[in-house]
């Protein structure tokens, strides 16, 4: 089981940086980069939803569930 990050596209589309996102969402630049790279063994609903929020987008836009094979 394994669990994709997509939030480095979402921020893509979106236009926003690491480090605009990481302020207006009360998180470091280094905590986001780890959250992107799927670095992170969880995540805050609080941070998840804060993220949805300014990116205007839903959880399942960011993450992704690959089943094994």
């Keep these: 089981m394994e669990i994709i990050v997509n939030l480095d596209v979402m921020m893509a589309m979106r236009k926003v940086s690491?480090?605009?996102?990481?302020?207006?969402?009360?998180?470091?630049?280094?905590n986001l980069s780890l959250l992107k790279?799927?670095?992170v063994k969880g995540v805050r609903?609080?941070?998840?939803?804060?993220?949805?929020n300014?990116?205007?987008?839903?959880?399942?836009d960011i993450l992704a569930f690959k089943a094994e094979t």
């Design 18 to 30: 690491s480090k605009e996102l990481a302020k207006a969402i009360g998180i470091t630049e280094a």
């Design 37 to 39: 790279r799927g670095k």
């Design 45 to 52: 609903f609080e941070t998840l939803a804060a993220i949805c």
């Design 54 to 60: 300014y990116l205007d987008c839903q959880p399942g």
